[in-house]
């Protein structure tokens, strides 16, 4: 995974912007659709912000949702859809048609994990991948610990996600007071992450150092042969994208600091 630092979050999102104004031009040109994914969430939003201004053609994008809240209206404040519809579809020109997201009140959530399977593969996968990093190194809702004793974890595509303490702590502060607890969610998989073409992995402020120290310690060591991807992933998922060529880490200089 390459690395880039920037002076601040508004700087890192003019690069993506960049990146993604040039992506979809060369799908343009190769006449394929590009299909887009991208983390919703306060970091996210100096991103939304550039793409926005930039007045960027999505008319011809295709959307999939990264991840979900379950047993909530997409509806409701706080849940992923209205995030990302508020801060970033209602400002551009996607095409609602060619937007897929979760049915997070579905009363088949196993089945509802094989629907945006199907839809992520019959589109081809994801050609752009934009996404934060948890405080305690969740990609998405893939938590720490998160496995299941017959399942890798990096081989894992989309599923239904038990919240970890540290989620369930922050959680609430998306949603209204009084909001029934949010136990679980929906999530594409690290497998579906790492098989993105081009990721880019945001994180920003310094209240993230600790967290991104903890993923330049994992690089280090897998750098040394000291440990493999896998076994840092299992208890900080982010991890999962350190071998990867095709992975961006960009920080501002505040969260870089954990990187003297």
């Known amino acids: 995974m390459k690395k880039r630092i920037f002076d601040d979050a508004a700087q890192a999102a003019l690069y993506i912007a960049g990146t993604v104004e040039q992506l979809l031009e060369a799908k343009k040109d190769e006449g394929r659709t590009p299909v887009f994914c991208l983390a919703a969430g306060h970091t996210s939003l100096p991103v939304f912000d550039a793409l926005a201004e930039r007045k960027i053609d999505f008319s011809a994008a295709r959307f999939i949702e990264l991840d979900e809240w379950l047993d909530i209206s997409p509806e409701q404040s706080g849940s992923c859809a209205r995030f990302m519809r508020e801060n970033f579809f209602s400002r551009i020109n996607a095409d609602p048609r060619n937007i897929s997201l979760f049915n997070p009140l579905t009363n088949d959530p196993d089945a509802e994990c094989r629907r945006m399977q199907e839809t992520l593969g019959q589109w081809g996968g994801i050609d752009y991948l934009l996404l934060g990093m948890g405080m305690n190194g969740h990609l998405a809702l893939n938590e720490p610990g998160g496995g299941r004793s017959d399942v890798d974890d990096m081989s894992r595509g989309v599923h239904v996600s038990a ?91 505040p969260a870089a600091e954990a990187a003297d």
């Not at 970890?164 to 009084?178: D, H, W």
Request: charged fraction near 20%; charge should be positive.
């Open 163 to 253: 919240l970890s303490g540290a989620t369930l702590a922050v959680a609430p502060k998306y949603f209204p007071q009084g909001m029934p607890p949010i136990t679980r969610g929906i999530t594409l998989g690290l497998a579906d992450i790492r098989a993105a073409r081009l990721i880019h992995l945001t994180v920003f402020g310094s209240h993230k150092r600790e967290a991104l120290r903890r993923l330049l310690k994992a690089a280090a060591g897998v750098e040394n042969s000291a440990a493999t991807v896998n076994h840092y992933a299992a208890e900080f998922p982010a991890a999962a994208l350190l071998d990867l060529a095709h992975a961006e880490l960009l920080m501002d200089s």
